[in-house]
């Protein structure tokens, strides 16, 4: 059995995990043959609750479940499985990423904005160690980080993703882990490579800094896997010949995943002054709030287009910090809700 993550004295109880998260622990219970409705009922789930991806749930019930679920398996290695799980579905999300993102270093900038979409686990930030790049794991609740389950799934969902967005792989050169070495070190040896280091202050994956300025790749602009043109130009019916406004909406798209778009960063993208914005903005009789509006309302019918993507990856991918907050704006464009658009 592993010791327990439950002290509820250091789990804050307004801690919450989204449903997507526990529904990928699920699947990989019933490819494991475990008892599906004991793990819910142990970890105080109804499984009726679980069908909206967008739903929160105490964090403590994720923990609770990711336990039983290791105990169940009774295999160490179950977070790794788990990662790659978690990568795979993830996949969608990535592939739009990466027509706003140029480089592996832009794509960085929102990895700590990416785990919105998980819950409050923790965080992942990068940071420099001489020619290489940490990509460090910190967990909220600092006692997860000696469990590995939680870690493995982390590292092992992060090198799905090196491995996927750019041309070039992003490699791995060495991995270090909270936890104490394993017996055998073989799967973290398949997934990780074989430098590898134990009890260590972080789980981290380190590669080289040169690896920051690999290309994203670069997906079909003119049609999609399921014929939406979901990676088409979000602004075909703009007059061609008006190339600050074109250049403007189509910086703010690649901008509105890391949260703050503001008039100064646009700017600076656009290699002119603030002053000089508002007023070329201003002689077209609109302004940089309006236009950012349109933007965000404009793209967000073409995300709902792709039934693939939940409404929190949307909600992340306009910029917005919850799925709430997403869902009252749509609703003031529209008069209606994202998910009712959708159903409609």
């Known amino acids: 059995m592993s010791p327990s993550l439950n002290n509820e004295r250091l789990i804050n109880p307004n801690w919450t995990v989204y449903a997507a998260q526990i529904n990928t622990l699920l699947q990989v219970s019933e490819q494991l043959g475990l008892d599906v409705n004991r793990l819910l009922l142990k970890a105080g789930l109804d499984a009726s609750e679980l069908k909206i991806p967008d739903r929160r749930f105490p964090v403590n019930c994720y923990f609770k479940l990711f336990e039983s679920v290791a105990d169940g398996a009774e295999d160490p290695d179950i977070g790794l499985m788990v990662g790659r799980v978690t990568f795979l579905k993830g996949l969608n999300l990535q592939l739009y990423l990466s027509t706003v993102c140029q480089s592996f270093r832009e794509y960085l900038n929102l990895v700590p904005s990416q785990l919105r979409l998980r819950g409050d686990i923790g965080q992942i930030t990068a940071q420099r160690d001489g020619d290489m790049v ?20 982390m590292l ?46 972080y789980s981290s994956l380190f590669f080289k800094r040169e690896a920051l300025d690999y290309p994203m790749l670069e997906q079909d602009l003119h049609e999609g896997p399921d014929q939406e043109n979901p990676f088409s130009d979000f602004f075909d019916d703009d007059n061609p010949s008006d190339q600050l406004l074109i250049s403007l909406k189509q910086s703010i798209v690649q901008y509105l995943p890391e949260g703050e778009v503001t008039i100064d960063k646009l700017a600076s993208k656009l290699n002119i002054s603030r002053r000089t914005l508002q007023r070329r903005l201003s002689d ?15 793209v967000a019918l073409r995300y709902l287009a792709d039934s693939r993507l939940g409404i929190t990856e949307i909600a992340f991918l306009l910029g917005y910090a919850d799925q709430g907050s997403f869902s009252s704006a749509f609703k003031s464009w529209h008069g209606i809700s994202p998910r009712d658009y959708r159903r409609k």
């Open 134 to 153: 940490e990509l460090r794991w910190e967990p909220l609740l600092p006692e997860t980080g000696s469990k590995r389950f939680i870690s493995d799934e």
């Open 284 to 298: 077209r009789g609109t302004s940089f709030l309006n236009i950012l509006q349109e933007v965000r309302s404009k």
């Open 156 to 201: 092992a969902a992060s090198v799905g993703i090196f491995n996927s967005v750019c041309v070039m792989p992003v490699v791995v050169v060495r991995a270090s882990f909270t936890y104490a070495k394993p017996r055998d070190i073989s799967k973290l040896e398949a997934t990780f490579g074989r430098n590898l280091s134990f009890d260590q202050p």
